[in-house]
Each structure stands twice: as C-alpha cells, then as structure tokens.
C-alpha cells in the first residue's frame, strides 16, 4: 500500500458578506443566534430566495484526515472552512445520543480490545441486513466513554489510524458545544447537520431518536425555522414526525438504489427512485426543505463511469422548492469518477475539485465531503471566477 502524500491547502474561510456582518455585531455570535441572512446559506432560508453561495458540509467531520466522529474530526473540518459539520445520530441503552455512523461500533471503536465487554458481541438484524459486532444501544454511555475511536478505513487512509486510540465518542451535546464555542472563537457561524441513523429499528426497541434529538436542539435553542440546523434522514416517515415536532430545515436522504427502510418494514412500494420524480419531489417539499441525494444521481455517466451533462434532478427539486445536496466528496482516485482520477493508484488523491465544480455548475446547493479544505477551495473558486456560476443557473430563483 503506497502511502498518499497530500499537502493541506487552508482556504479561506469565510465570505465577504459575512465578515461585514459580523463586522457589525456588538457581541460576539452564538451558534443559535447567528441570524440566517449573515450566513452565507441556511437551510433554513425559503423557498423562493435567490441562489446562495453553495455550502460544505463536512463529512463526518474532517473524516478524510481524522478518525470520523471524533471532537478532532469536527473541529478539523471548522479549521478547514466547513460551513456545517454532520454528527451521525444512535443511541445508548440509556438514551444518550452519540456520534457514530452506525449502531455497530465493532469496526470505528476499540471495543474488541476490551474484554469486560466480550460478551456483549451478537449479530442483529439492523433494517432487514443481519449484523454482528458491539453495538451502541447495548451500552451506557458511561460504559462508551471508556472506549476510543479507531480509523474506519484503515487501507484506505492508513494516515489517519496514527490518532487511534486518542479519541472518545462524543455526545450530540459535545457537538453543538464545540460548534458553539468556534463560532464565537472564529467569528462566524458553524451549523451542525445531524442524521438520525435507523430511526425505524431504534423505534422498535424503545429507543426512538426523534424526542431526544428535538429536546437537545430546543436546550441549546436550536428550534428555529432560522437556526443554523439541518436534520438528515433517509426514511420518511420520521422525517414527517419530525415536520411535525421542529420548525428546523429537514433533509430527505435517497440513495441510488433501494428504498426507504420504513417503507420496507411496513409494505409500501414507495423506492428512491419515486422520490426524485418530479411529483415525488413535491410530496418530499411538504416535509422537508431539502433533498439529499447520493452524487451519481445527479450528473449523467457514460459506459466506463465518466460524468457529463446534469441529470434533471437538481433542476426538479430547485422546482419543487427544495434545495439539493449531494454525498459524498471524497478526494481517493476509487471514490472519483474516472474522468477525475489523477493516476492509477485508488488511493492517491484525484481531482475532487473538478468534480466540485461540476457539481456547483450544474446548480449544487451543498455538498458532503470528507476533505472539507478541498471542497471549500473548490467552492470558493467556483463562486470567485471569471464567469462564476455557470450561466444557465446564474440569478436563478425559486
């Protein structure tokens, strides 16, 4: 395995109409009291606004440089530019929301180096897929708070596993909490883009995520239409119960494959694909504000895997009144479409920027990436070059 060698380009990190704004203030900003027109964009904004600056939101955290789900992740991604970063929502036995992205900690913790907890290993079946391994929901929070995070993908990143073993698995509270203190450290506002994981499955064994999720929010006075909040999920009908319960900024997730897990459990027919028709797209706008959509649903692809022109996709939700975000900007060749690959190595870093830009060209509102510097370049070229965004979207409303 060659290792990558990639030297951090620090962008800039902030936009002019920010600044000014925060020029202004006399206090310096919370992360709940920012008002939505000195960001650079909210999800929260209305439907019908003129187009933003496109966000970037990052993945994990900085997961490209640091064990994902860790406080040095997240607080990675805000040095690195991020607009957002996203903790990935599960719960202990205690109901303690915590950050990881499965319910499965047995590939992201040191829990197998822990004896005590041998016996906790089992094999579940987590949304219709059996599972085996340590998961969240058979643990305290106490008892989590002595295990350390590990890199999830050490072939891939094996960099990154020299910070294994240093981290903890944060709470959703750890996270609003650093976004807070670096919005008032540097000055501008850091949302946080929470995904609740499984909601279907935590329901079922008496661990729903949605009250816990909107409490802590409305603690932290996080329970605004305005509030730098977006929250994730790819099955629907807890987004709906959300709509219901917070005023904040919700994200339909779709894949590029499959359907929604409740939608499964309970026998509807509905898939993603019927999500990103323009009628589906339309019954997403009454819940939520944005769609979230896996990146190769949104640009064509030829035979060997190449991107070309926009899919209708964007354009449909932009009509629909929704804004688009797509997942996942990673910089590794294998993650890239090959036409921005650099090399033959999977691991060596290609042209996420070129990729980025085709995104951001074709009307991209956001996008999720795991090396948020690059995105944040990328962004920042795009929105400061000769011709800008690119013509067809130029002045665009909706």
């Known amino acids: 395995m060659t290792t990558r060698s990639h030297p951090s380009r620090r962008a800039r990190t902030r936009l002019a109409p920010l ?8 206090v310096l900003p919370s992360l709940a009291t920012v008002p939505a027109d000195a960001r650079p964009a909210s999800g929260a904004a209305s439907h019908g606004h003129h187009r933003t600056t496109p966000l970037v939101i990052g993945h994990r955290g900085a997961s490209g440089y640091r064990p994902e789900h860790t406080l ?5 991604a805000i040095a690195q530019g991020a607009d957002y970063i996203e903790p990935d929502l599960v719960s202990t ?8 992205h499965e319910n499965e900690i047995g590939g992201t913790t040191d829990v ?3 004896p005590e907890f ?5 094999t579940k079946t987590i949304d219709g897929r059996q599972v085996t391994g340590w998961f969240t929901e058979d643990f305290t929070y106490a008892e989590l708070e002595t295990l350390r995070a590990k890199e999830r993908l050490p072939q891939v990143r094996p960099a990154n596993t020299a910070y294994d073993g240093r981290y903890r698995i944060p709470t959703l509270q750890q996270v609003i909490d650093l976004a807070r203190r670096e919005s008032r450290r540097l000055h501008r506002t850091i949302g946080i883009a929470p995904e609740t994981k499984h909601p279907t499955y935590f329901r079922s064994i008496g661990l729903p995520l949605e009250g816990r999720l909107v409490r802590t929010l409305e603690r932290n006075h996080l329970d605004r239409r305005t509030s730098p909040v977006i929250i994730q999920s790819f099955e629907v009908g807890n987004l709906k119960r959300l709509h219901r319960m917070t005023p904040v900024p919700l994200v339909q997730l779709v894949d590029s494959s499959g359907a929604p897990y409740d939608a499964v459990a309970a026998g509807r027919p509905t898939t993603y694909a019927d999500l990103i028709t323009p009628a589906g797209l339309r019954g997403v706008a009454r819940y939520a504000t944005w769609l979230g959509a896996d990146k190769t649903l949104l640009l064509q692809r030829d035979a060997e895997g190449r991107t070309g022109a926009p899919t209708p996709v964007i354009a449909d939700a932009h009509r629909a009144g929704l804004r688009v975000v797509a997942y996942t900007l990673r910089a590794e060749n294998q993650f890239l479409p090959p036409n921005h690959r650099v090399g033959t190595d999977p691991n060596a870093y290609g042209d996420l920027a070129g990729e980025a830009t085709d995104l951001f060209r074709a009307g991209l509102d956001a996008v999720f990436a795991d090396q948020p510097n690059l995105a944040v370049a990328a962004r920042d070229a795009f929105v400061d070059g000769p011709r800008g965004r690119h013509p067809e979207h130029a002045g665009s409303t909706r």
């Open 19 to 26: 600044l000014a704004a925060l020029a202004a203030a006399t």
């Open 72 to 76: 040095a992740s997240y607080r990675l």
């Open 93 to 100: 036995r205690d109901g303690v929301l915590v950050a990881r």
């Open 112 to 114: 197998a180096d822990h």
């Open 118 to 122: 041998a016996d906790r290993r089992t």
